[in-house]
């Protein structure tokens, strides 16, 4: 008997999924539509593995790229900042304070964000490594040097990210792959 509540319970829940998929497409047309009536979608379109729905997502959510002074701020607010942190920065010796000679020690990426900025910029990371191109030439540098791909995929949002900003907040400025193909070579 509980095989047939089990499967009226999913059977309910299908249609409630039946039911949203218009609705979901519905609003991401609403979405993409009311973020065309800013005048910088599309020059953040521009950008590679940013397609109409994370532009809109970006700008929705951002709203002014002015509230971050650099690029640092903005990978903190999106997730993609590192954390350091030192228990005992300073210690007491013969009743001076003295600075203490002990490394930083990094503690990850920074838990207090915005999690769906921060999934729009790892899957174009993600999108930008599996697809050939430029940003794809200096992720497999990049791995080639030695670097991890988690940490390449991550260093790769954050250089999204960076470009992204910069693009937002000068009027003037349009992406151009070439500043990137002469990195990755």
Known sequence: MP??????????????LDFLQPLRRQARQELVAE???????????????????????????VQTPFRFRNKRQFWSYLGLGIESRISGEYELVGGRVRRTKRQVALRGLNRNHNP???????????DASARPGPWRDWFTSKVQQGMRPPMARLT????LAAVTLAIWKNEGRRYNDDRLKSQAA
Do not use: D, N
Request: charged letters at 30%; zero cysteines.
């Open 156 to 159: 790769l949002a954050r250089k």
């Open 116 to 126: 769906e900025l921060k999934r729009v910029f790892k899957s174009a990371a993600t």
């Open 35 to 61: 973020s065309r009536k800013h005048s910088v979608t599309a020059r953040l379109r521009e950008i590679p593995f940013l397609g109409p729905v994370r532009v809109a997502v970006l700008i929705s959510i």
């Open 3 to 16: 095989a047939r509540g089990a499967r009226q319970r999913a059977e309910r829940l299908y249609e409630q």
